[in-house]
C-alpha cells in the first residue's frame, strides 16, 4: 500500500508539475536575494550565517507545498474510502508523509549545491549540507504535514499553518545550524546523530497523531 500510494501521488504531481517548479524557483530567487544583501552589506557571511539563509529558504519554501498537503484527497472523498479499512490508515498516512518529502523537499534538496554557490560558501562542504538539509527536511516536512492534518477542514488555512509551524520548526533550524558554529567533524557528527533521533522520535509519533486528528475531521 505504501508504494502503491506513493507512486499514484507521483503520476498526479508530474500532472502539475508547475507546483514544485514554483517552490524550486522560490528557493533559488529567496537565496540570490540574501546573498545579494550579503555581498553589499557585508553581513551574513560567516559559515553559521550563510547555512542559516538555506535553513530559511528550505522552511518557506516547504511551507507553500504542506498547504497541498491530502487536500485533493479530503475534497473527492478518498480518505472516507481508506478509513473504511481502518487498520491501513497509519500505513496511508505514512506512505502520504513519504510521498509529500519526495515531491516538496527532495527537489529542494538536489538544488542546494547551486545555493551552495550562490551564497559562495565553501564548495567541500556541501554533500555536509546536503545530508543536514535531507535530515532537517524530513523533520519539517514531518511537524509540517501534522499540522497541514489539523487544519485540513479549514478552507484559508495558508496563513495559519504559517503561523502554526513556525514555532514548531525553529528549533529545528537552530539544531541544524548548530552543526556549523564550529567547524570541526565531531560537531557536525554530533549534530546529525542529534537530528537523526529527533525525527526517529517524532516521525512515528506524528503519523499517528496525523491519523487521529484526520479520522476525527472525517467523521464529522
Sequence with gaps: MILATII???????????????????????SSIFAIISAKTN????????VSIIWF?????IIIGINNFLKDDYEDGTLEQILIKPN????F????????????CLPLILFTPLIVLILKINFDL????????????????????????????NNKNESLLSILILPLIIPVI????????????????????????IFSFL??????????????????
Design 8 to 30: 499514484r501521488d507521483l503520476k498526479l504531481t508530474y500532472n502539475n508539475i508547475g507546483q514544485i517548479l514554483n517552490n524550486v524557483i522560490f528557493f533559488i530567487i529567496a
Design 43 to 50: 553581513i551574513l557571511n560567516h559559515l553559521t550565517g550563510q
Design 57 to 61: 529558504c528550505l522552511l518557506f519554501s
Design 88 to 91: 491501513e490508515f497509519e500505513i
Design 93 to 104: 498516512i505514512f506512505a502520504k508523509f513519504i510521498s509529500n518529502w519526495l515531491i516538496y
Design 126 to 153: 556541501w554533500l555536509q549540507i546536503m545530508l543536514v538539509a535531507t535530515i532537517t527536511t524530513l523533520i519539517i516536512n514531518s511537524i509540517g504535514c501534522f499540522c497541514a492534518s489539523l487544519m485540513l477542514a
Design 174 to 197: 537552530i539544531f541544524a545550524n548548530s552543526a556549523y558554529i564550529v567547524k570541526n567533524d565531531n560537531n557536525f557528527l554530533d549534530s546529525i546523530i542529534f537530528l537523526s533521533l
Design 203 to 220: 516521525a512515528p509519533i506524528l503519523v499517528f497523531a496525523s491519523s487521529f486528528a484526520i479520522k476525527i475531521i472525517v467523521k464529522n
